[in-house]
T-cell receptor, first 112, second 114 residues
């Protein structure tokens, strides 16, 4: 299994509070991704990174920001959480543009 | 933008039988990759099989095989000799060669009946 961990695994927070999710990899892969999974929508890309300090938006980036200061860590921040951001969040990594994506175990976030 | 469509929200199969999950995609690119992922109740996303668009031969992995029809933009997954452990949600995904990101379908929930 690819060495990907996500923290926290579960979080309950209140509307308006900031939240940061962390993805950590031990594979030294160049690409890292954040997806959200909601019923009926499959996985939708929020942001991704193609190197340290290199990031780009996905299809559902509004309300989210990311940072990648070192190869192994990719942070997803909700500056002011809303109930619509209640979801399961997955991190993924891949070694190159053509490589398979491998997924972390997911984080279940509930915004009350 | 690329789109991936899984037209079967739910499928069921009898244990030991064969089932085929459908996936179609839309792209103007000629070079890309296609994947099937399995998500059991544990929620972990597991790679099932991968197909390179430039390869005419269909990919196989033990009981899992694909029927890749490039002209029709179709990429179906066949599971032979279905087992109870195959019960999961299955996602089809498309990845363009010169871009790092993937597009996923909405998934098909597979039930395996004993």
């Amino acid at each position: 299994d690819a060495g990907i961990t996500q923290s926290p695994r579960h979080k309950v927070t209140e509307t308006g509070t900031p939240v940061t999710l962390r993805c950590h990899q031990t594979e030294n892969h160049r690409y890292m991704y954040w997806y959200r999974q909601d019923p009926g929508h499959g996985l939708r890309l929020i942001h991704y990174s193609y190197g340290v300090k290199d990031t780009d938006k996905g299809e559902v980036s509004d309300g989210y920001s990311v940072s990648r200061s070192k190869t192994e860590d990719f942070l997803l921040t909700l500056e002011s959480a809303t109930s619509s951001q209640t979801s399961v969040y997955f991190c993924a990594i891949s070694g190159s543009e053509t490589d398979t994506q491998y997924f972390g175990p997911g984080t279940r976030l509930t915004v009350l | 933008a690329q789109t991936v469509t899984q037209s079967q929200p739910e499928m069921s199969v009898q244990e030991a039988e064969t089932v085929t999950l459908s996936c179609t995609y839309d792209t103007s690119e000629s070079d890309y990759y296609l994947f099937w992922y399995k998500q059991p109740p544990s929620r972990q996303m597991i790679l099932v099989i991968r197909q390179e668009a430039y390869k005419q031969q269909n990919a196989t992995e033990n009981r899992f095989s694909v029927n890749f029809q490039k002209a029709a933009k179709s990429f179906s997954l066949k599971i032979s000799d279905s087992q109870l452990g195959d019960a999961a949600m299955y996602f089809c995904a498309y990845k363009q060669t010169n871009a790092g990101k993937s597009t996923f379908g909405d998934g098909t929930t597979l039930t395996v009946k004993p």
